[in-house]
């Protein structure tokens, strides 16, 4: 046995330990210690995969001493490898591009807790790539869970207290779901690794019987699964969930937290249920249905939101749907797509959500479209960030949003019934992401007067005249001009453009240029990316 | 490599251009920064002490008039800048030019030198590439004539508008985009630089940044991306039916393969609906009368005269030289397209006749020119193809010429509507000559270049074999080039004999007569009114290098 | 059909257990009852399982009088289960009980309707 096979297990248990260490150090320590964690299981990681590119098999690792059916087990093949890299990064880049604004938005004595979450949610998003063994997987899934409302709740403002309460009470809902379901599995099948279990279904279809239950196993985990990952119509927690945590918390919530459920179902089709009696089962059918219509629905409602963290949020909701919509096609290449998706959305949305929170703090921390006018100059990197984030996101070409809808559209070719729908909804969803990202560019790269918005934000709402926001506008501007000259002169001192983007972080810009690479890379040079993503199913097998 | 230097150079230089400026501008920032502070609370003043609302929408009402430049906001463009001030030509105009100078020698460099490069693979299938071929060199060439000589008319046009650094930039990111748009090898690589071209030009269409500039620039925008998508849905099918989608002469679909593919005929028509968006074909024409009127001249004779040729480039490619014009001739596709097209050529003159705003009828005039040139390519005959490829040179000289014209009338009169150009010849009488020509030479009337398009196109039609449509075509054309005449002639006589009962009270009161365009204005468009007549007396070397395109094609 | 229900009582139970705490943490909209919702969910869950791994006239799974047999025990693997279930869940009620104690110290109620409407209010109001 090769070294290298203890990696997987190493950075988990790494991931894990330096939470626990975190506990008694202080906020700068514990960041550290983050950091130093995420890179070496990152490194670790991609050990793995390049072992197992060059041995070309999974392999299994036994936990403990007792072999299978018995034991709990790991396991490693590329794909594995392949995403535990990538979340990897991006996970590294989203703590580092946050950094600052972590600082300002958590409360200093509670720092080295925001870490602890952060070393938690890798270990467990780890845990739930490689094991093998579906009560571990749940274990994991609600230390996720509950890493994860930490993470939203640590600004602990209202909104983000509502926001982790409800939070909870979905994915609560979702875990017990999946917890049913592989009890009720355990029942059938007795057994709970992977790989013993798909064999005994496939004796148990094999014989025919069962097959109610077999059906209600394959339905409960599903269901609870895309509660967790916020498919359409369980999206409702999301836009409050992602639109009010901390920079960092939402680009790891919305870029890798629902990935790793979605992951874990893959891995439930492929390992457990076999992907056959899953396109039988119809399930899938299911999934294609409620994917396609949270493609519509999230756009229609990101093109309705004014506030862009909303909107970006919702635009999460669509792409979801996309990635539930490849694997509802029940084809092979339908699952490349939607893991190749998987990938493509974490970078880039996690993109988004750093790079825009320099827009905000371009224009006096506020997110509606009216105050980030202009904001594109006043803080330009941030601002070529978001261009980057948002053309990948509509599928423009050499990016890595692009090859996504193309994995789509050529999966969508081999399965005749679902074709038409999937290419309709494909062009629909596009061009309405066309329509929210792009007026919001427009918006971005709007000159305004002498570079300053507190000007210019409230007097837009005015102009428009007679409407709602008018009453509020008069709120706003009554308040500044009882506030003497001291906010205008704010605003125009304070924002104008070489001035904001000095005040970028360093470790934000590095964050956003790598973010942009990494886009770049997964739109230029995908096919082995691609080619590993097929490999690595061949080897779920 | 010689075919990559035309289309990196432009847009080297424009995002120097780009650069430069915006490092101007911040240093210009930073020295007023006390500037800037001072005109808010200035604009506060002015609203009488206090009432903060009223200082909002004041302030707002400057910043919408389209400058985002701290040291000179609050005026109209142009009205507070005195004639002598901007009169000169600074060195970033020259430089400017003599970039669009460099780039037009690199096309014709490049065309005369041909060859091909490959980028790099996007998928297994999938590559980016160029390469130089009669088609191509044909587009670039033109593309890039018209952009030195309309860069030319910006540089005395933009004296009078805001943000010309900007403009330029973009302007010239824009010419390496469609260089390289005409040069690639393959679907993807075009619709690569299709999508550029989109988001790149859309800063010209946006320029003045007033309320109507913006909406006219989303409207574009949405139709562009929304024609793009339709299109990508006919290149993901393609993609999977063909594998390969490099162009080749005269397509890659044989009978058998096309049997093969059911949906082909369907994925071709989204494709022809989709670029048709460009080219401004019924009924995604809507972004055309939009987007030109606000666009300042020089952009909207690019816009029309050359842009809305990427469209028709586009459907070259895929039609002749991707799908093959024998699979589709025929077929309902063929028929579909054809009527589309007459349609928006009947359509657009008729609108253009009935339209007040000069550049707004230019502009639906385009929308059904385009389309004669986008009837001869659906004919699928020799004989059409080579008359639309004819009177795409045609139409881009003919068009960028009259919107020079429009342009010269908007900065030395400032009049933008028909009606009030009544004795026009007057003010500038050789402009309008030269007016006169494109004018005579878009309706078709020998020796003028039209004539020679729009024989090839009604001949083909004819002889195109598709029953009544071919006959139904030379007719809608002749009522089309009447139309023509009558939106386009009645300026000239009424310029030129505006009528006992003229007096001519504001020319004489604003001191206009005689008041030719200055020179950087006027020689590009005598030299494009001498182009068509000289094109059309002498169409003989162009109408063979067609010919040969559409030989080797079908 | 009668005799089979009579068979397999644990298991008919946990399911209306399970039923009745998923309606009562989806649709209740008090927070302390949501989190008792999730409670009996869960415990329905053990219960299952409990009842799956209990085999009728065999003894604990200790070994007793060296019989090595496996058919003279209960299978141990639920049990296992149940044990690390119920650390899980005592967990995520540990976390939903604080959270739902900062909300109550804040809005001064746990109807989660009216804490959004409340938390909705306090934001207009800072505008």
Not at chain 1, 231 to 255: E, K, N, Q, R
Not at chain 1, 490 to 511: C, D, E, F, Y
Not at chain 2, 260 to 271: E, N
Not at chain 2, 417 to 426: E, F
Request: one cysteine or more.
């Amino acid at each position: 046995m090769s070294f290298v096979q203890n990696f997987p297990f190493f950075s988990i248990i790494i991931a894990m330990f330096s939470g626990i260490v975190s506990s008694v150090l202080s906020g700068k320590k514990a960041r550290a210690v983050s950091i130093t964690a995420i890179t070496v299981t990152t490194v670790l990681s991609a050990c793995v995969l390049a072992f197992c590119l060059r041995t070309g098999q999974s392999y299994t690792y036994m936990m403990g001493h007792f072999p299978a059916p018995w034991g709990n087990e790991i396991r490693a093949g590329v794909l594995e490898g392949l995403t535990a890299v990538l979340f990897g990064v991006v996970m590294f880049l989203s703590v580092v591009g946050g950094l600052r604004y972590t600082e300002e938005d958590v409360e200093p004595s509670k720092q080295n807790l925001f870490y602890i979450m952060i070393d938690l949610m890798l270990s467990s998003l780890l845990a739930l790539i490689y094991t093998n063994d579906l009560f571990t997987a749940y274990v994991f899934v609600e230390i996720n869970t509950i890493a994860g409302c930490g993470l939203i709740m640590m600004s602990q403002t209202g909104r983000s207290l509502t926001a982790a309460i409800r939070y909870m009470v979905m994915s609560s809902l979702g875990s017990g779901l999946f917890l049913i379901g592989l009890s009720l599995l355990y029942d059938v099948t007795g057994q709970l690794l992977m790989s013993p279990a798909k064999e005994a279904v496939a004796r148990i279809v094999a014989d025919g019987s069962y097959q109610i239950p077999l059906l209600v196993i394959v339905a409960v985990v599903s269901v609870g699964l895309a509660i967790k990952s916020g498919l359409f119509p369980f999206h409702y927690w999301i836009p409050d969930t992602y639109g009010y945590a901390t920079p960092t918390a939402s680009a790891v919530l919305s870029g890798l937290v629902s990935k790793g459920y979605i992951f874990l179902l893959i891995k439930f089709f492929y390992r457990v249920i076999g992907t056959e009696n899953a396109v039988h089962s119809h399930i899938i059918n299911t999934l294609f249905v409620f994917g396609v219509a949270g493609m519509m629905f999230g756009s229609l409602r990101a093109i309705m939101q004014t506030d862009t963290r909303k909107m970006i949020a919702y635009s999460s909701v669509a792409q979801i749907g996309y990635i539930y919509m490849g694997i509802g096609l029940g084809t092979q290449a339908g699952m490349i797509a939607a893991i190749f998706h998987i990938f493509s959305h974490g970078a880039t949305k996690a993109l988004l959500f750093i790079s825009c929170v320099g827009l905000y703090k371009a224009s006096g921390d506020r997110t509606d479209f009216l105050a980030l006018r202009g904001s594109g100059y006043r803080n330009r990197l941030a601002g070529a960030g978001f261009l980057i984030g948002a053309l990948s996101m509509v599928g423009f070409p050499m990016l890595a949003g692009f090859i996504s809808k193309l994995l789509f559209a050529t999966s969508a070719f081999a399965s005749p019934h679902k074709m038409l729908i999937t290419l309709i909804a494909l062009a629909v969803s596009t061009v309405l992401n066309a329509i929210y990202f792009l007026r919001l560019l427009i918006g971005l790269y709007r000159p305004t007067k002498s570079g300053s918005f507190v000007e210019a934000a409230p007097a837009e709402q005015s102009g428009r005249g007679g409407e709602a926001e008018a009453g509020r506008s008069a709120k706003l501007a009554g308040r500044k001009s009882n506030g003497g000259v001291k906010p205008a002169e704010k605003g125009a001192g304070q924002v104008s453009g070489s001035a904001a983007l000095a005040a970028n972080p360093w470790t934000m810009r590095i964050a956003i240029v790598c973010f942009i690479i990494l886009n770049l890379i997964l739109g230029l040079f995908s096919q082995p990316i691609v080619r590993v993503i097929t490999d690595g199913l061949a080897m779920f097998g | 490599m010689s075919v990559l230097l035309p289309v990196l150079w432009p847009i080297a230089a424009g995002v120097a251009v780009l650069a430069y400026t915006g490092i101007c501008n911040s240093k210009r920032k930073a020295s007023a920064g006390s500037a800037a502070s001072g005109e808010t609370a200035a604009a506060k003043g002015v609203s009488g002490g206090g009432n903060a609302y009223a200082a909002d929408t004041g302030t707002v009402s400057g910043g919408l008039s389209g400058t985002g430049n701290a040291s000179e906001t609050g005026a109209e463009p142009g009205a507070s800048h005195s004639a002598a001030s901007h009169s000169q030509i600074t060195t970033l105009d020259l430089i400017y030019m003599a970039a669009l100078a460099l780039e037009t020698v690199l096309v014709i460099l490049a065309a005369a030198g041909g060859g091909s490069v490959r980028l790099f693979s996007l998928t297994d299938t999938l590559t980016l590439g160029l390469r130089v071929d009669g088609t191509g060199s044909l587009f670039a060439v033109l593309t890039s004539i018209m952009w030195l000589l309309t860069g030319i008319h910006s540089v005395a046009y933009m004296k009078h508008e805001e943000w010309a650094e900007r403009f330029y930039g973009f302007y010239l990111i824009v010419v390496g985009v469609l260089v390289g748009l005409d040069y690639a090898a393959d679907l993807v690589t075009l619709y690569v630089f299709y999508e550029m071209m989109t988001l790149t030009s859309l800063p010209l269409v946006l320029h003045e940044l007033t309320k109507e500039a913006v909406q006219a620039g989303m409207k574009y925008l949405f139709y562009s991306v929304g024609g793009a998508f339709l299109a990508l849905f006919g290149i993901f099918y393609l993609a999977n039916v063909c594998g390969d989608l490099s162009f080749t002469a005269g397509g890659r679909f044989t009978a058998e393969m096309a049997a093969g593919a059911p949906l082909l005929l369907t994925a071709v028509f989204c494709m022809i609906v989709g670029f048709g968006t460009k080219a401004g074909m019924f009924p995604l024409h809507g972004w055309l009368p939009i987007a030109h009127p606000v666009a300042p001249a020089p952009a909207s004779a690019v816009l029309s005269g050359v842009i809305t040729k990427a469209g028709v480039m586009a459907l070259v490619r895929i039609i002749y030289f991707l799908v093959g014009p024998d699979v589709l001739r025929g077929t309902w596709v063929q028929a579909a397209w054809m009527v589309l097209t007459l349609l928006t050529v009947f359509m657009g003159s008729m609108l253009a006749y009935r339209e007040n705003v000069f550049k707004k009828r230019l502009a639906y005039s385009t929308v059904s020119q385009v389309s004669y040139v986008l009837f001869g390519l659906s004919l699928m005959n020799p004989i059409g193809f080579t008359g639309a490829l004819t009177h795409v040179v045609f139409h881009s000289a003919i068009k960028t010429c009259l919107f020079f014209f429009a342009g010269a009338v908007i900065v030395v009169t400032g009049w933008k509507k028909v009606d009030q150009l009544r004795g026009l010849g007057r003010v500038m009488p050789l402009a309008l000559a030269a007016y006169t020509m494109a004018s005579l030479a878009l309706i078709g009337i020998p020796p003028f270049s039209g004539f020679v398009s729009k024989w090839y196109l009604a001949t083909g039609s004819l002889a195109s074999g598709t029953g009544a449509l071919g006959f139904i075509g030379p007719v809608v054309l002749l009522i089309s080039a009447l139309l023509t005449a009558g939106y386009l002639l009645p300026i000239m006589i009424r310029g030129y004999f505006p009528g006992q009962d003229f007096e001519g009270k504001e020319i004489e009161e604003r001191g206009l007569a005689k008041k030719e365009p200055s020179l950087l204005m006027l020689v590009p468009i005598a030299i494009l009114a001498a182009a068509t007549l000289l094109l059309g007396c002498f169409p003989g070397p162009l109408v063979a290098f067609v010919e040969k395109i559409a030989a080797a094609v079908m | 059909m009668a005799p089979t229900l009579m068979l397999n009582l644990e298991e008919e139970v946990s399911m209306v257990l399970f039923g009745v705490g998923f309606t009562m943490l989806l649709l209740h909209r008090n927070l302390i009852k949501k989190i008792m919702g999730m409670n009996i969910m869960d415990t329905a869950i053990y219960l299952f399982l409990a009842a799956k791994g209990y085999i009728e006239g065999r003894g604990v799974p200790i070994l007793t009088d060296g019989v090595q047999d496996a058919s003279a025990y209960i299978n141990p693997v639920p049990s296992g289960l149940v044990l690390t279930g119920i650390v899980v869940s005592v967990s995520t009620t540990a976390l939903m009980l604080a959270l739902t104690i900062r909300l109550y110290e804040r809005y001064h109620s746990l109807d989660l309707d009216q804490i959004l409407i409340s938390m909705k209010m306090e934001e207009e109001e800072q505008l």
